[in-house]
């Protein structure tokens, strides 16, 4: 079998095959026979070339998260990770001369400074979000006008709610 | 000692007072709101009432609902934790009311010191010195923009009821006066129900040295040394440690003594912090009183041998203190690095989710306070500290490098934390040599990015990643979004026996 999986912004190709128990695996143009072990539901013993690791792990939706020698990594299959990250629709709503807001974590609207219509300045505050406790305001990107906002305060919103669009000055 | 007391608190704290409870036989009493169904105090505790929804003002800061329980429950006294009620002086006088032990000090004292202005006048008149600055709230912008021009730029901008860098931010010109005080006074006011803010001189380069103390209800009162506490983000302390690199034995009976008077000015009693800060030539400021138990108590109880919180718990009932100043001492060094559900890779935003698995370290020397357990929900209601490693060794040394260890044994697994960052932060040549001032985060971390060597350990993550995902067949992974992944699913058909 073929996969690809992403690691840190990275796709790797890895095949793998089960053979008698033990797994033929190629990766990065290299041939590696492994035997493993699961030693608990989150626990792995890999014997690589003798040498035997033990790897803590755990899975949720879309994502493994795999725990070696003090260093965790996240792995990810690639349709999934491949799918639009929230970065990569700033960016394009950016170079359409647009900026759409989203929190950065997800938390309650605690005031919303700006009104639709309004011109705002590169960096201008233009939404307090709270949540645990502490305050982050989250600031425009370009020189602009609001031009739509979706919520208002003391709404809860999470990392994929648009709080609203600044649309740059033409 | 009492027979029974509620725990008004939740996380890490209200575990660790319930194992004291515990080892005092004690019942213990939880309380706890609707997203705190599943928590470890919960669990833990011999009785756990709900007091509802998640919002503090409606859960853990809900008095009525608190003295209701406490009632109900047959409970004599009741333990605040940090945080939450804890320095709230008019629910300790509600709890003097209501005959409820409140364990901590007084309520008449507790709004002394709770009152950073009050207590600024008080603490200048027992000739302790103090930072200069304001000594009376604003009455409107027009008051601090003339108090800060007085003070001179930068000011600190700090919450007269305020505590652990809420509501604080220094602030550094005119232009950012306004909008300061407006979100220092938004987060004071939802933070602690009291939007008063003040003024008050920028120290530069400042060490945060703290002192703890004991007071009985007798007038006797004790300090238990410093610790020092300068290794700060955002004004929350992320790393303490006792004892400070910073003071000679001279200087540290010195401030102890001071510590002392302070208490016994406020008329205080139970346990107790006293804030310093220490310039770079030496000089020393009273900055506060913490009337609560500290969330960097354990390097105290590592060093001085003393439990804390039992020793609020015999206080409380009325017990003298058991030592006298003479009879305590420091033995070797403790760290504590807090462990936050922050991602230090995208500007320390808070993460929250399922914590899917969790391994915590273990061996000689290393205590680990938390109410971690795989499986458990981290949400955004509350402050978001999920644990606290502490190291104790013979030396400063041993210390750091146990904590370096003891961190890269620390398996939190599906959100992020920031224990790479801890870690790297020990390591720093600069902390290896004790120059730790409050500027350290700044000077030092300001350019942070996660820099591991682990070309080999990537393709381990890999290799596991595949085989993973070789063991998931479609039904599988049906099976792993809606249960989670269970690999004895895995096994395929088997029989008992030969």
Redesign the interface.
């Known amino acids: 079998m073929e996969f690809e999986l992403n690691l840190e912004n990275k796709t790797y190709k890895i095949s793998i095959q089960e053979r008698k128990g033990k797994y033929l695996i190629e990766l990065n143009n290299k041939r590696k026979e492994v035997n493993c072990e699961f030693i608990s539901p989150n626990c792995l013993s890999l014997d690589i070339d003798g040498k035997i690791i033990k790897v803590y792990l755990a899975l949720d939706e879309n994502k493994s998260f795999v725990f070696i020698q003090g260093n965790q990594f996240v792995l990810q299959e690639k349709d999934i990770s491949s799918s639009r990250t929230r970065k990569k629709e700033e960016e394009l709503g950016l170079s359409e001369g647009k900026q759409i807001i989203f929190p950065p974590m997800p938390g309650k609207i605690l005031k919303i400074l700006v009104s639709e219509g309004e011109k705002v300045k590169k960096k201008q505050s233009l939404v307090i979000v709270e949540a645990m406790k502490m305050e982050h305001e989250i600031k425009s990107a370009l020189d602009g006008v609001i031009k739509k906002i979706n919520y208002t305060e003391d709404q809860m919103v999470d990392t994929e709610s648009p709080i609203m669009e600044v649309e740059s000055e033409k | 000692m009492f027979k029974k007391i509620l725990i008004a608190n939740r996380g890490e704290i209200a575990v660790r007072i319930i194992r004291a409870c515990k080892e005092m036989d004690i019942q213990t009493v939880a309380v706890y709101s609707e997203v705190d169904k599943k928590a470890l105090h919960v669990q833990i505790a011999d009785e756990a009432y709900l007091l509802g929804p998640a919002p503090p003002l409606e859960s853990y800061l809900n008095i009525d609902k608190i003295i209701e329980l406490t009632k109900k429950s047959g409970a004599e006294a009741i333990h605040p934790g940090y945080g939450f009620l804890a320095e709230n002086h008019l629910f300790s006088k509600r709890c003097e009311d209501e005959k409820i032990v409140f364990i901590g000090p007084n309520s008449r004292s507790l709004r002394l010191v709770g009152d950073k202005l009050e207590s600024r006048t008080t603490m200048t008149q027992a000739k302790i010195p103090i930072i200069p600055g304001m000594r009376m709230r604003g009455n409107n912008l027009k008051d601090y923009e003339e108090q800060a021009e007085k003070i001179g730029y930068p000011v600190m901008l700090k919450a007269s009821a305020g505590g652990g860098g ?1 509501g604080m931010r220094t602030i550094f010109s005119k232009d950012d006066l306004k ?1 300061s005080i407006e ?1 220092g006074m ?2 004071a006011k ?2 602690f129900g009291d939007e008063s803010v003040y003024l008050e001189k920028c120290i530069e380069k400042p060490r945060h040295i703290e002192f703890q103390v004991l007071a009985d209800n007798y007038g006797d009162a004790v300090h238990l040394f410093e610790r020092e506490c300068s290794i700060q983000r955002r004004h929350q302390k992320i790393i303490e440690e006792t004892p400070s690199t910073a003071l000679t034995p001279e200087l540290r009976s010195e401030m102890g003594e001071v510590a002392v008077k302070v208490i016994k000015t406020a008329g205080y009693n139970n346990a107790g912090t006293v804030e310093f800060l220490l310039d770079k030539n030496g000089k020393y400021y009273f900055l506060e009183v913490n009337a609560r138990i500290q969330v960097e108590h354990p390097v105290t109880e590592m060093v001085t041998g003393v439990d804390l919180v039992k020793s609020q718990l015999k206080i409380a009932a009325g017990e003298k203190l058991p030592f006298k100043q003479e009879q305590l001492s420091q033995k070797g060094h403790a760290i504590e690095c807090r462990i936050y559900a922050e991602d230090p890779q ?2 320390f ?6 914590i ?2 969790v ?1 915590e370290p273990s061996g000689p020397g290393i205590r680990n306070d938390s109410a971690l357990y ?1 499986g458990i929900e981290v949400t ?5 500290i999920l644990a606290k490693l502490i190291c104790w060794g013979e030396n400063r040394e041993v210390s750091r490098k146990r904590s370096i260890q003891a ?3 620390y ?1 939190i ?2 959100i992020k934390t920031q224990i ?1 960052y801890l ?1 790297d932060l020990l390591s720093h040549p600069e902390f290896a040599s004790g120059n730790t001032q409050t500027d350290f985060i700044p000077k030092n971390m300001s350019n942070w990015k996660e820099k ?1 060597q ?1 070309e080999n ?14 063991n998931k067949t479609p039904v599988r992974r049906n099976m ?2 809606t249960t ?5 699913l895995l096994l395929g058909r088997w029989e008992l026996g030969e």
């Open positions: 809420k909008s979100a938004r987060e939802s933070a995208n500007d935003f808070p993460s929250f989710g399922k899917l698995f391994k795989s955004m209601h509350y402050d978001p961190l890269s044994d398996a697994l599906g790479d870690k591991r682990v350990l990537k393709e381990i993550a890999l290799i596991t990643g595949a085989i993973q995902e070789m792993i979004r989670g992944f269970d690999p004895w």
